[in-house]
């Protein structure tokens, strides 16, 4: 793939200042980029490197009044980051432009395919299973009896989803994610050992999500664990069963949500965070990373943090307390002393 | 799969109130259950969703005396949650009906396969592996050279089994869980880099026994890294080598638990907790979430939390009095203004 | 694979002592071998086992003096330890020694195989993608296109390289390990929904790499994500976009490293460690499980512990003295009183 300045100029709505037949064939930040690379300036931060950067083509802002001689070519735009991001989409687009049905590939008779998809070698698609259209199902991939795939989705490859799970469009789910294994439930009988509590809900998750890898989303034990409308979760995650995480809510990467719990919408939880099972989160909640939360959060928009979680600022006050507390032991050591001294004095 | 309260009554050795041709195709928990669903009542918290749910059947116990009128159609049994369980556990059994082996498949010559099994499309069962009876390998599952699965086990899709590890009767391991991939043992040179200690033991799993998603149990060292019999394990947890579990201990998910340390039996831990390499932990222990545990517990069911784990109140107290640490150090600081008049008095 | 004293008495340039026809055809600790197993001795402290081991042959140094009968055929060398380091590595490499492509799998025409290489069924190599001479890509793995193989390597049962990365050569990636998932990169809207960042980087690993298994390397937004040659990397750890891992540095089980952050050389991290994003760690820095760091350490070899993360043995006293916390509350409480009479008199 090789572009001249012109037709990025074209492609972006922007004029060119300098070679407009400056030839660029890959991407690459401004203060790493080499001969052949498109690069942008959006943050002023960073202008220094647009006098030394090796890049052949540089996107800036409109407005950009230099203060130096630049070698690249330039391609000026209303906003330099939003174009820069346009040319990064249809990079993307162009590297994972995958279709067709690569063989051997495993589709029960009884499923039913989309338009324009992609069905990658050693995916399973199993009997009563739709893929929408567009839709991409990378190689080692797993469709359970019944599952359901909207349109536009991409699952990488070795995603693997159990029976009856429901996908809406526009969702990417990240390679050997998991949706719809079995909820931990079990119960104890009198011998000491556990008897298998059957897991028969599903997972059911909405339009515009994104799973990252190794994530695993257990199915309810009856009706639904549900993940609502544009939720992006990153990697290594554990939602348990009949947990419910509300719409462009934001989960960092190895945090766990125990069974049953409700995440409202807007909530942003750090990476490492652990909450309980049957507990209720109010919209807009912050939590930091490694937070334990072990109950309830009824106030919208606040700041938690630490095990147990509580206010933000104060257990980070708390924290830094912690790294003093041996030295308030012996102050309070030495007053004792001082105060059992006063007290033979004054009696 | 439809079936008439009739049908049901007979299934469970109940007696039908109402409308004993009443049809239902699936399960819903009371307050959700619509036209076509068979629920149930165990627990009398519930009981006022009796009068209102759309159920077309509901399970109650026996000695149920209604308090309103209900449109379902009762089956009465002794008890209701004991009977709904047997239908939850009918209704997986026949989501989970595969047998066969399906094409294209890869079952090396000197494998063993046992009789009524399943073997999902693009499964792997190297030389010398052998499968026993009424086993489900679901789709791209690996069983490396000698590996030994016994009978009326499930493996779900994607899980990998490496060479010579051992796994008993009535297993079920969730999608792309690792069993027996090498310890983390490594020799530091003298020139700063590491030499790999090869891991030449396997994993042996007993009877009984449920593992999670993702979850990974490393090989041992030498000898064997142990699971025994009714062990349960959630997802994302790490299993280190030579570590063994005791019987019917469960763990909650993304719990690690680190070289050599045995965990004894009916042993509870939390998600996301950790625990040292080359400890003991006594038989019935009891781990709160996001405990760090780096010590023996030799005293016998006993609760602790905390990092470093110490006795369940205690460290309750201790978090709770962390939050009121900054406020201590301020009265602490008074006192000492106060004791300093007093000594300038007294003296 | 069966052998004799002697045998292996050739093999490690050792001299038998008792009978050198014994043979052996398994590995065992010397405490639980049994007839037919070689073990070892080489650490004092568990002489007393080689006096009632069942072990067929033992390794032993050469300047061991018995103190007991021994019914074992021994094999004296010079070092024992390093020499059974070398049977387990040779047992290994047999163990390993698969070659040959495997039907079926799926290798582009436009792909390089090396020579001498192991393709395993179910696997897919992508167009554009290299493997090095004499690696071996098991069964169910992924190489998207333009990946990088070099020689040596060992990619266990499923794991998937997304496009453009690049591995170096005698790196071991163990099962379901994922290599260049996109970084977790969302720009929020006003509508309060995110739109994805494309994440057109890539993941660079050097030479002598090992990675353990279901564990998530993502690539960069923009450049490389890299790990540096002779990291050593074990299960379920998170490695972020555009983070950077310094030669020979060591990361326990669970652990997660935020985007950008640039951990040093020989650094040592437990197990369930968080890091915080766009942070640099010195080199020789060691880090205790389940610390949560937020700020760069720029000092060297130093030794950290704790959330937020401060110096080792102080947050261990911190620790400590938080279980006392309640006590000191108390304690406090009771000064306040005597103070409180002591200013009755003293006024």
């Known amino acids: 793939m090789q572009f001249t300045a012109h037709q990025i100029s074209l492609l972006l709505g922007g004029t060119v200042e300098g070679n407009p037949d400056a030839t660029v064939n890959q991407l690459a930040k401004i203060e790493e980029a080499q001969n052949g690379s498109l690069s942008f300036l959006a943050n002023p931060k960073y202008e220094q490197f647009l006098y030394t950067t090796n890049a052949s083509v540089v996107i800036v802002n409109k407005d950009l009044v ?37 063989q051997p590939s495993f589709i029960h008779p009884d499923a039913q395919i989309g338009d324009n998809v992609y069905i990658g070698a050693f995916s399973y698609i199993g009997p009563g299973a739709k893929v929408g259209n567009n839709s991409k199902i990378y190689p080692n991939s797993y469709l359970a009896d019944n599952v359901t795939i909207g349109d536009n989705c991409t699952l990488f490859p070795g995603v693997k989803v159990y029976f009856d799970c429901v996908i ?11 949706i719809g294994s079995d909820g931990f439930g079990f119960a104890p009988t009198e011998d000491g050992s556990y ?57 960092a990467a190895q945090s766990g949500i125990s069974g049953s719990t409700k995440v409202g919408e807007r909530v942003v939880i750090g990476g490492q965070v652990g909450m309980v099972g049957h507990i209720t989160i109010a919209n807009g ?53 001082l105060i059992a001294e006063l007290r033979n004095v004054s009696i």
């Open 66 to 102: 230099l203060t130096g001689e630049v070698s690249a070519t330039l391609v000026r735009v209303d906003n330099a980051y939003t174009a820069f991001s346009v040319v990064l989409e249809q990079y993307n687009t162009l590297k994972l432009n995958k279709s067709g049905i690569e």
């Open 168 to 178: 809406g469009n526009n969702v990417i789910i990240h390679s050997n994610t998991i």
């Open 195 to 251: 008897k298998k509590v059957s897991q028969i809900g599903n997972v059911v998750i909405e339009d515009n999500v994104e799973i990252g890898a190794n994530t695993t989303i257990d199915r309810a034990t009856m009706g639904s664990t549900i993940i609502r409308k544009g939720v992006k979760l990153d990697n290594l995650i554990q939602i348990a069963h009949n947990v419910e995480i509300g719409a462009n809510t934001v989960i």
């Open 285 to 337: 909640s912050q939590f930091q990373a490694q937070s334990g939360v072990s109950r309830s959060i009824t106030e919208e928009n606040k700041k938690w943090g630490g095990t147990p979680a509580f206010a933000f600022n104060d257990q980070l006050r708390s924290h830094i307390a912690l790294q003093r507390l041996p030295n308030l032991e012996k102050k309070v050591a030495e007053l004792e002393k």
